[in-house]
T-cell receptor, first 107, second 117 residues
Framework: KNEVEQSPQNLTAQEGEFITINCSYSVGISALHWLQQHPGGGIVSLFMLSSGKKKHGRLIATINIQEKHSSLHITASHPRDSAVYIC?????????FGAGTRLTVKP | NAGVTQTPKFRILKIGQSMTLQCAQDMNHNYMYWYRQDPGMGLKLIYYSVGAGITDKGEVPNGYNVSRSTTEDFPLRLELAAPSQTSVYFCASLPLIGTSGRMDEQFFGPGTRLTVL
């Protein structure tokens, strides 16, 4: 079993839909990191959180430390949100990644 | 700021050849990382550094070496390239965790696509 599991693997949505991507981890963490990988391959950091909730624009990330679970939500999804979303467990300078969730938002 | 830069963008190596992937950042970040991403797979940590002169192994260090003589540069050396090292390599940096209370963004380079034939 992978130390960081994401679901779903693939997700197709219609423009405007509310999106949820889940991440469960089995290792201890000091922070949970959400990344976005564009179709061209570039990676950008979305959130790094160790408790509670963070919001940036239409993106919201939450984490439940007791349940070892984090979610990434996208409100009012748009075709430009189409990308691979990756969660990573950060602990003691080590980083373990989920396999990613491929999101396609159709107009 | 240029952010995190990587060179080269693409490289084809023959089995047994060696090469160095270059990574530099101009943000004065203490933490630097090397990852590899195999086709259709997730990222894996190869090596990391918490500051100049300090490096440590990640999840998949075999076949690689690193050095960190300055805060800015973190080169990754491949000795005796093998087809299993065909991958996209990403370098990333993070600010010093804890000093300013910031730990909210990891900066990635554009990647180096390496093929070993």
């Amino acid at each position: 079993k992978n130390e960081v599991e994401q679901s779903p693997q693939n997700l197709t949505a219609q423009e405007g839909e509310f999106i949820t991507i889940n991440c469960s981890y089995s290792v201890g963490i000091s922070a949970l990191h959400w990344l976005q990988q564009h179709p061209g391959g570039g990676i950008v950091s979305l959130f790094m959180l160790s408790s509670g909730k963070k919001k940036h624009g239409r993106l919201i990330a939450t984490i439940n430390i007791q349940e070892k679970h984090s979610s990434l939500h996208i409100t009012a999804s748009h075709p430009r949100d189409s990308a691979v979303y990756i969660c990573a467990a950060f602990n003691n300078n080590d980083m373990r990644f989920g396999a990613g969730t491929r999101l396609t938002v159709k107009p | 700021n240029a952010g995190v830069t990587q060179t080269p963008k693409f490289r084809i190596l023959k089995i047994g050849q060696s090469m160095t992937l270059q990574c530099a950042q101009d943000m004065n970040h203490n933490y630097m990382y090397w990852y590899r991403q195999d086709p259709g797979m997730g990222l894996k940590l190869i090596y990391y550094s918490v500051g100049a002169g300090i490096t440590d192994k990640g999840e998949v260090p075999n076949g690689y070496n690193v050095s960190r003589s300055t805060t800015e540069d973190f080169p990754l050396r491949l000795e005796l390239a093998a087809p299993s090292q065909t991958s996209v390599y990403f370098c990333a940096s993070l600010p010093l965790i804890g000093t300013s209370g910031r730990m909210d963004e990891q900066f990635f380079g554009p990647g180096t696509r390496l093929t070993v034939l």
